[in-house]
C-alpha cells in the first residue's frame, strides 16, 4: 500500500488540482485510466466545436452568393479534417501526461481503479492500493444508454465519443434526444450532406432552454432537420445495415424513422456506478450524483467532489470555477464557498443560444413575478449588414427591483453577447445600469443587448 497525502480520481479538470496541490508540497497521486483532460479535451467540447467551425465556414461559402459573391466548394476534405482535430487534441493530451511526469510531488497512476473505501484505491489490474488523507473525485460522467428502450444494446449505435470520429457523414442519421449534443451535431452532419432526423420525447427541441427560445429553435431546426417532438422512443431494430427507431406519442401515435448511423444523444449521467463507489460512505443524490456542501465537501470527511459527477452544473466552465474553489480548500486548507450565481451556459449551433439565470418556467415554478424586454436581432444595423433574419434577446427582471433575473438569447454569437449580462447578474445589477451606464460600440451587435434592457417594461402588466 502507497501512501499518499492527495488522491484526485480523474484527470479532467482535476489534473489542474492535481498539479496546484503538488505545487504546494503534498505528495499527490492522479488517477486517470484515460488520455488527461477528460471528457471535455479528448470527446466533448473541444472536438465537437473544432468540427462546428468546419460547419460554419462550408456554410459561410455556400451562402456567400447573398452577399453578391459567387463562390463554390470544389472538395470536403472531411475524413482529413476530423482526422487533424482529433490528432491535434490527442498531442494535447500527451502533452500534459509529459508534463506531468515531470512535475514533482506528483505521481501520475493511468490505470483503471476503484475505491476500496474512503480514502484508498485499487488498481484494476495489478490489485495495489493507494491510500491518501484527502480525496478529491472528479470522475466526470459517461453518455446515458436507457436500458428501456427495447433492442438498442443490440444494434450498433452511436454515442458522441463516437459521431466525432466518423470520417465520412452517413448519408441519414436519427438522432435520439434534443438536447443540447443532439442540436450541435446535428447541425455539423447535416452541414455536410447527411439528412437528419431528430426524436426528442419533450414538446420542443433543447428544453431546458426557455420556452420562447426552445420553441424558435425548434421552428428554425426543422427547417432543415426531419423534427419529431413529442414522441418517446420505445424500440430500435436493424436490418441489412438499416436503422429504425420507433417513437410513441402521448396519444399513442406512432412514427418509424431509419437511417444509416444511429447517434444516442441522451444525455449524460455520473460515473459513481464505474468507480465502486459504493464501497464508501460518500453520499449521492437520488439522481446518482454526488452529494456537496458550498465548499465542495461531500459526507465523508477530507473527501470533496466536482465536475460533471457532482452535478453542480454539467459544463466545463463550471468544472474549472471548481477547481479553483478546490485547490483554496484541498491544498491551501481555506474555507473558500462555491457560488454558481449566474453560471452562463451556450449551445454552438446555428443559430447559436446562450442564456443565464432565470427562466420564465422556473420563476412561474417559484411563484415569482418579472417582466420581460425583448428585441429582436433584426432591430439593430448590425442585423442587416450580416443580413440576419432571426434571433432575439430576452430579458427577465424583478418588476419591483428591476434587477436582472435571467437573459435568453438567440441568434448570431449569442455565446459572446451572453456575456454582457453575465457579470451584470452576478452582481446584482439592474436592467437600468446595464442599460445606461454603458455606451455600447454602434453598430456592433451587441446594442440588441440594449435594447432588449429598454424594453424592460416599469410595472407587471
Not at 251 to 256: A, R
Not at 318 to 330: A, F, K, P, W
Amino acid at each position: 500500500m502507497t501512501g499518499f497525502d492527495l488522491i484526485v480520481f480523474g484527470g479532467g479538470t482535476g489534473n489542474t488540482v492535481a498539479s496546484a496541490a503538488a505545487a504546494e508540497g503534498l505528495e499527490t497521486a492522479l488517477v486517470e485510466k484515460g488520455p488527461l483532460g477528460g471528457l471535455c479535451l479528448n470527446r466533448g467540447c473541444n472536438p465537437s466545436k473544432m468540427l462546428i467551425q468546419h460547419s460554419n465556414v462550408h456554410n459561410t461559402i455556400r451562402d456567400a452568393d447573398e452577399f453578391g459573391i459567387d463562390a463554390t466548394v470544389d472538395e470536403i476534405r472531411f475524413g482529413e479534417f476530423v482526422r487533424e482535430v482529433n490528432d491535434e487534441l490527442a498531442d494535447a493530451a500527451s502533452s500534459k501526461e509529459t508534463n506531468k511526469l515531470e512535475e514533482a510531488n506528483l505521481t501520475l497512476l493511468q490505470e483503471e481503479a476503484r475505491f476500496v473505501d474512503d480514502h484508498t484505491i485499487e488498481i484494476v489490474e495489478s490489485g495495489e492500493t493507494h491510500t491518501a488523507e484527502k480525496v478529491v473525485i472528479a470522475a466526470g460522467s459517461q453518455p446515458i444508454v436507457p436500458d428501456a428502450i427495447d433492442g438498442l444494446a443490440d444494434v450498433d449505435f452511436l454515442t458522441s465519443d463516437d459521431a466525432i470520429r466518423l470520417e465520412t457523414p452517413p448519408d441519414r442519421l436519427v438522432v435520439l434526444g434534443g438536447g443540447y449534443i443532439a442540436a450541435e451535431l446535428g447541425y455539423y452532419f447535416e452541414s455536410f450532406g447527411t439528412d437528419v432526423a431528430l426524436i426528442e420525447m419533450e414538446d420542443s427541441l433543447v428544453p431546458r432552454e426557455d420556452a420562447d427560445v426552445a420553441e424558435a429553435f425548434t421552428e428554425i431546426a426543422a427547417d432543415r432537420h426531419d423534427v419529431y417532438t413529442g414522441h418517446r422512443v420505445s424500440t430500435v431494430t436493424e436490418s441489412d445495415g438499416e436503422l429504425t427507431a420507433v417513437a410513441e406519442s402521448e396519444s399513442g401515435d406512432e412514427i418509424e424513422v431509419s437511417g444509416d448511423e444511429l447517434l444516442v444523444a441522451l444525455g449524460r449521467r455520473p460515473n459513481t456506478d464505474g468507480i465502486d463507489l459504493d464501497a464508501t460512505n460518500v453520499e449521492t443524490t437520488d439522481a446518482g450524483f454526488i452529494a456537496t456542501d458550498d465548499r465542495l465537501r461531500t459526507n465523508v470527511e477530507n473527501v470533496w467532489a466536482m465536475g460533471d459527477i457532482a452535478d453542480n452544473g454539467m459544463f466545463k466552465h463550471s468544472g474549472d470555477y471548481e477547481g479553483e474553489v478546490m485547490i483554496d480548500n484541498v491544498a491551501r486548507d481555506a474555507e473558500r464557498t462555491a457560488d454558481f450565481t449566474a453560471l452562463p451556459h451556450a449551445v454552438f449551433t446555428e443559430p447559436q443560444i446562450g442564456a443565464v439565470g432565470e427562466t420564465e418556467s422556473t420563476l412561474d415554478d417559484a411563484g415569482r413575478e418579472y417582466v420581460i424586454g425583448r428585441t429582436d436581432f433584426t432591430d439593430t444595423a448590425m442585423s442587416r449588414a450580416l443580413k440576419l433574419d432571426h434571433g432575439f434577446v430576452k430579458m427577465l427582471a424583478d418588476p419591483d427591483s428591476r434587477e436582472i433575473l435571467g437573459c435568453h438569447i438567440i441568434g448570431h454569437e449569442a455565446s459572446m453577447l451572453l456575456h454582457e449580462v453575465t457579470p451584470a447578474l452576478r452582481y446584482g445589477a439592474t436592467v437600468d445600469d446595464l442599460a445606461n451606464t454603458l455606451i455600447h460600440a454602434h453598430p456592433s451587435m451587441s446594442k440588441v443587448v440594449l435594447k432588449a434592457c429598454k424594453d424592460v417594461p416599469e410595472s407587471v402588466e
